[in-house]
């Protein structure tokens, strides 16, 4: 029996090899939580269709991003990491909680707006489920914490809505309504110096790159506009360049950082290579730790099935549970 505090489940997108921005919004946090709760991690290939266009390379995708979880921390002997289609009953509860789901409630979700308006030309039945997927990925294994970010606020509140809906119709008790834990997250800038870090814009830095790669896109690095050459003073409160030292430098860099930018005493060629050299420093047992795993891809394709047999298991108790309260014969 465990001591721990409560399950946690997440879920995440198929996206391949991480960034930045997964690592310190998302992936750091999941480790972290490992220590007081008892956490099911989740690669959701079934909300992914949804969206994505083509599947090829959802295996590889699902692969490198297994692989970043891993080498980050997270310990498949004590959390469960598994991928969403390998539990199909998922898709029976799915099924279920669609019968209390009022459809005007899915198609009023500004999540759902902004999906249609990125993608007008596939708005698929898929898509208008897909909050009611996520309600029965959190509900199927009893989670009682989800930590996601803000932006999945409305979804937690119509899981938690889908939860008493489902209870009060089928006179039970057997969901149970999860608890939404928002990450504090510094929002993470790419490398664009504008826009939050992400693949599809290209302004990203993956923790898996090697030291020359990182440098190089660390080089890239869009710095305060105002300062246009070397002998202009800069302000590193609107320079990206220096958030990151505040999480990646020491103490005395970032104050050194602090005073010589504002008065010209450093360039920012010479203050982005100390980033980049702090941030290799920082991302090095990361690294080697992927690369060790990366030898051996079937061991990592071993831990996504032993962890899919030990969420089945979880799953396959509450569908019972849940067949009995609706009355399935
Ligand atoms: N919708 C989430 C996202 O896009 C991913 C997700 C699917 C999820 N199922 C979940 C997150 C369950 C938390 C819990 O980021």
Known sequence: MSTKKGRVFSGARPTGRQHLGNY??????????QDEYDCVYCVVDLHALTTVEDTEDLRQNTYEMALDFLAAGIRPEESI????????????????????????????????????????????????????????????????????????????????????SFNYRFKTNVLI?????????????????????????????????????????????????????????????????????????SAEEVEMVNVECRRAGIGCVDCKKLLAKNLNAHLAPFRARRAELDQKPDDVWNVLEDGARRAREIAEQTMREVRAAVGLP
Request: net charge neutral; glycine share 4%.
């Open 81 to 164: 990491v598994f991928v969403q289609s390998h539990v199909p009953q998922v898709t029976e509860l799915h099924t279920i909680l669609s019968m209390v789901t009022p459809l005007g409630k899915l198609t009023d979700l500004p999540t759902f707006k902004e999906k249609v308006r990125m993608h007008p030309h596939n708005i698929n039945y898929g898509l208008v489920g897909y909050p009611v997927l996520m309600a029965a990925d959190i509900t199927l294994y009893k989670a009682s914490v989800v930590p996601v970010g803000v932006d999945q606020a409305s979804h937690l509140e119509f899981t938690r809505e889908t939860v008493r």
């Open 177 to 249: 309504e999860p608890e939404m834990k928002v990450t504090e997250v510094p929002k993470v800038i790419g490398i664009d110096g504008q826009q939050k870090m992400s693949k599809s814009l290209d302004n990203h830095i993956e923790i898996a790159a090697t030291p020359e790669e990182t440098t190089k896109r660390v080089m890239m690095m869009v710095t305060d506009p105002q300062r246009q050459r070397r002998s202009d003073p800069g302000n590193p409160d609107v320079c990206n360049v220096f958030s990151f030292h505040k999480i990646f430098s």
């Open 24 to 33: 310190l919004g998302a992936i750091k946090n999941y480790v972290a939580l």
